[in-house]
């Protein structure tokens, strides 16, 4: 018998299964000697059961200024035809059922963003009654978080839109930490604010886990607010800098790594190529970057309640998820850790998402914030003209209708007016509109701040740029992709005519000045035909002044030629303040004088509607 076969049975005689095996090998049944009675072997010490330990965090995205169930615009509850409700209000009654049930220390909460923009109420403070005004109002939203107890927030892209004073003022009066990591200062190249918080959860063992939420912010905010942050912040890619974060955390001995971005998981970017970074970055990080344990994503306004990327280095799954926007949804990361070899490790995680329309509002926060509430109701609720025909923008995204004319007119006027008297005067004004809400109506009768406000929903500002004919035709038929392709002999259903490749209506422009037809029949690239000025076809060395946008103008949605195009005015204040001041000026509102039917959609030259 080899040596070696030898030293194995012998070694294998320690074991009690080993000896079985051996003998069995050594000698035929029918030879082997009388087996010596067996040891009685002593017995094992049974195994100390592992020390667990589970905890959850809740999330919060793109809350937008939304403290109650309520739509400043109609004057009522907030509704849609999915019957969500909205606000940290009722995201209050959910997180107190969550610590109830899972015990206020084994639980955290935090947001991923664009937090204090897009409701008047969160206007009212940041404009009419700014919080940072000598001896100001707190932000509404302040109140609210800290009176739920948010333990952290990342910045997001509209935290920008008022300018830094009044984010730093927001930052000041909030008792949790507002948290970008790759939001720098210009000059030093430092973090402009904290990159990350660490928390402690007690376990029954005495052994603390030590929980790490990174926060990272959208690149974006370099070109869709570059009037409030060129020259003082600069934002680099997510992925590099949870690249350089991540190891930090985890040498500072965080057993958990949460990164809350304000940014989707797509991959894609809406500026194209006009930064190296991209916009939806958030499973690329959790592609790319090891030691990451969830991500809590924001900014794309979809809901995931669950999705797991594989990290390429690792091959481990990390969790995403993204509950839906205004507080319409609370995410849920259950986490279940043991201990090993002195230190805690995620076992499991997993991610769901909590509907707050099956809660009340907590009567906590309605008491809170009950007097701010009933001074934005009665500001938005004043009357500032009339108008003569009602106007809706329900059929805004296929048909060329009143109400985006009034937005269009009221930038042309307005960009006239600013440059009279300039090299510029002599040149014709063209405008860009989109239909921002489906559901805006400026009625019949009296005219009030909130019907203005209700059509133009974001903080956008307004500009003058130089563009030649060619380049609003190329501009139009960028704008075109927004249209599925639907053949000559198809029944068109308008439900499901638009947003082709997720195309969002704002980023559908129409453009006042020009007439132009649409032809869906055709693929996109080559939709837009017959385009003229005044009745003759448009020169492509024809110069006009484009009222556009600041966030079409700084290249959001990625429409071609305007982002490189000459500035030639541009104003600080919001186009809504612009329309709304245009109301109460004129006084009246007649569409007879600008409203007019410039384009249409068609199918091989005969209109669709």
């Not at 935090?110 to 940072?132: C, F, H, N």
């Not at 003209?385 to 937005?407: C, F, H, Q, R, W």
């Not at 693929?523 to 035909?529: E, K």
Request: glycine letters at 8%; hydrophobic letters at 40%; one cysteine or more.
């Amino acid at each position: 018998m080899p040596l070696n076969r030898r030293k194995f049975l012998k070694k294998s005689a320690v074991t009690g299964a080993g000896v079985a095996v051996a003998g069995a090998a050594a000698a035929p049944a029918a030879q082997a000697a009388p087996a010596k009675p067996a040891m009685p072997s002593k017995p094992s010490k049974p195994s100390k059961p592992s020390k667990r330990y589970a905890f959850t965090v809740m999330g919060t995205t793109d809350l937008h200024g939304n403290v109650f169930n309520w739509d400043y615009f109609t004057d009522k509850e907030f509704d849609d035809k999915a019957h969500n409700d909205v606000g940290l209000a009722k995201i209050s009654t959910l997180v107190n059922q969550i610590r109830e049930e899972k015990g206020r220390r084994n639980t955290l909460l935090i947001d991923a963003g664009d937090t204090i923009q897009g409701t008047q109420l969160s206007y009212y403070y940041a404009k009419v009654d700014p919080i940072t005004a000598k001896g100001g109002p707190v932000h509404p939203m302040a109140q609210a978080m800290n009176a739920i107890g948010y333990d952290a927030a990342a910045l997001g892209n509209h935290e920008f839109n008022y300018g830094i004073p009044v984010l730093r003022k927001f930052e000041e009066q909030c008792r949790f930490p507002l948290l970008g990591a790759n939001a720098l200062d210009a000059k030093t190249l430092r973090p402009a604010f904290a990159p990350y918080s660490m928390h402690r959860l007690c376990t029954p063992f005495g052994r603390d886990v030590k929980v790490a939420v990174l926060g990272l912010t959208n690149p974006g905010i370099a070109i869709w607010d570059k009037a409030n942050v060129q020259g003082k912040m600069t934002f680099p890619g997510l992925e590099e800098q949870a690249a350089k974060w991540v190891p930090k955390l985890r040498s500072m001995g965080a057993d958990v790594v949460i990164v809350s971005a304000h940014s989707g998981s797509s991959g894609t970017s809406s500026y194209g190529d006009q930064l190296p970074y991209i916009e939806n970055a958030a499973g690329l990080v959790a592609e790319q970057v090891p030691g990451i344990d969830a991500i809590l994503v924001g900014h794309a306004h979809t809901e995931i309640p669950e999705y797991f990327v594989a990290n390429k280095e690792t091959g481990k799954q990390v969790v995403l998820s993204e509950p839906l926007k205004w507080g319409q949804r609370l995410t849920l990361f259950d986490f279940e850790l043991v201990w090993v070899k002195g230190h805690w490790a995620v076992e499991k995680v997993g991610a769901r998402v909590l509907n707050s329309n099956t809660v009340e509002e907590d009567p906590k926060i309605t008491k809170l914030l009950g007097d701010e509430h009933t001074k934005v109701v009665a500001y938005v609720n004043q009357v500032i003209g009339t108008n003569t025909a009602e106007m809706t923008s329900v059929e805004a995204p296929y048909k060329d209708v009143p109400i985006i004319d009034l937005i269009n007119h009221i930038q042309a006027d307005t960009v006239k007016q600013a440059l009279a008297g300039t090299e510029y005067a002599s040149l014709p004004v063209l405008s860009q509109a989109a239909a921002f809400s489906r559901s805006a109506v400026i009625p019949a009768g009296q005219v009030t701040i909130r019907d203005v406000a209700g059509l133009y929903v974001f903080e956008n500002t307004l500009e003058a740029r130089l563009m030649t004919g060619a380049q609003m035709k190329a501009y139009l038929e960028f704008s075109a992709n927004y249209y599925v392709r639907t053949a000559p002999d198809v029944v068109v259903d308008p439900a499901q005519l638009t947003n082709a490749n997720g195309t969002p209506d704002y980023n559908y422009d129409v453009v006042s000045g020009l007439t132009y037809e649409i032809d869906i029949a055709k693929p996109a690239g080559s939709r837009v035909t017959d385009v003229r000025f005044e009745g003759a076809p448009l020169a492509d060395d024809r110069q006009f002044v484009f009222a556009v946008n600041n966030y079409r103008a700084n290249g959001g949605g990625n429409f071609p030629h305007v982002a490189a195009a000459k500035v030639l005015w541009s104003n600080s204040d919001e186009i809504r303040n612009t329309m709304i001041a245009w109301v109460k000026a004129k006084g009246s509102i007649d569409p007879a004088l600008f409203a007019s039917v410039d384009w249409k959609l068609t199918r091989n030259g005969t209109p669709v509607f």
